[in-house]
């Protein structure tokens, strides 16, 4: 978001009259890079009828704290990939954390608050929709939207979690895909709404199961952070996997904790998702001629090219050679 800030290094974010306006039909695109006081900012963002979308990695010179404002009348959807925030106030008056990989959909109605920067490094994906536009597309939805849509039709600032959310694989995957997108035009524009309601689905879903389960197995931070630990291992290790066990030692977590509670916190098992993610892997591989299918079969770990065509037919719907 555009950033001003005082003689003593508190930034604010404000509306910026200049930039193209939110409610506008066409599908803008931008992207800037920022040297402040107080760190080095990158960001792009996209826009079209009360919709925006906000990529932007931030390096900070020091554990700081800034004031900061919003413009009024958007609600948004904060995904912090990396990094530790601490936004104060709120509904209520109190703070609201975002740790690396947490989520919290917010509305404080262009209020003034502080922001409290615990780590040095932060990345976060941010869905703004226009109070007319949120309220549109929440109409017929469930109880937890509709309840925090009438927050924002009285104005009232309020927040959907008392605690910030654990980001869901397939939250991730949309992310990924918004950021990664080659579609142009009016196609790009269809494909980005797509994916505005595909979140707002994922972030209702997250807060029911985060605040229905019984018994959670993910009982603290701590517990969290080493099954990302343990995610994040799998996904650079797709050739060849550790077993479960191998994981758990790795991950500091014993079995039973790293097992159930990677389905809990990710909604897959992990064997799953190693098998998600050597698929995805494959289709970029795919793009490079260079490589046999049978090559790129024995490079993600798959017994054979059979098995390995039978997969990737049943998750993209064509064989790996006419997706090449």
């Known amino acids: 978001m555009p950033l001003e800030w005082d003689d003593s290094g508190n930034a604010t974010s404000r509306a910026d009259d200049t930039r193209p306006d939110i409610n506008a039909p066409q599908l803008h ?36 704290q800034m004031s900061w404002q919003t413009e009024a009348d958007l609600v948004h959807l904060h995904f912090l990939m990396k990094g530790h925030l601490v936004m104060e106030p709120l509904e209520g008056k109190v703070p609201v954390h975002f740790t690396s990989n947490t989520h919290n959909m917010l509305f404080n109605n262009g209020e003034r608050g502080v922001l409290n920067i615990q780590e040095l490094e932060a990345s976060a994906f941010i869905l703004q929709f226009t109070k007319d536009t949120f309220v549109q597309l929440t109409e017929h939805s469930d109880d937890a939207l509709q309840r925090f849509a009438d927050k924002v039709l009285s104005g009232k600032p309020g927040i959907l979690s008392a605690q910030s959310m654990p980001i869901s694989l397939p939250m991730q995957q949309a992310i990924y895909s918004i950021n990664h997108c080659d579609y142009q035009g009016g196609i790009k524009k269809m494909f980005l709404f797509s994916k505005a309601i595909e979140m707002l689905v994922l972030q209702a879903a997250s807060y029911h199961q985060h605040h229905h389960r019984k018994n959670p197995v993910v009982r603290t931070p701590y517990d969290r952070d080493r099954l990302y630990f343990a995610r994040e291992h799998l996904a650079q290790n797709l050739e060849n996997p550790p077993t479960l066990s191998a994981l758990a030692k790795l991950a500091g977590l014993n079995e039973y904790k790293l097992k159930h509670g990677f389905k809990e916190l990710f909604n897959t098992t992990a064997f799953s998702f190693v098998a998600e993610q050597r698929l995805e892997l494959a289709r970029t591989y795919l793009l490079d001629q260079h490589k046999t299918v049978g090559e790129i079969a024995d490079m993600l ?8 065509s039978t997969a990737f037919k049943k998750k993209f719907g064509c064989s790996p050679n006419k997706a090449r």
Not at 36 to 58: A, E, H, T, V, Y
């Open 29 to 64: 695109e931008g992207a800037t890079e920022v040297s402040l006081p107080f760190g080095r900012g990158k960001m792009c963002n996209w826009q079209f009828d009360g919709i925006r979308m906000i990529k932007s990695d931030w390096e900070y010179h020091s554990r700081s």
């Open 301 to 308: 770990g798959y017994s054979s090219i059979q098995h390995f």
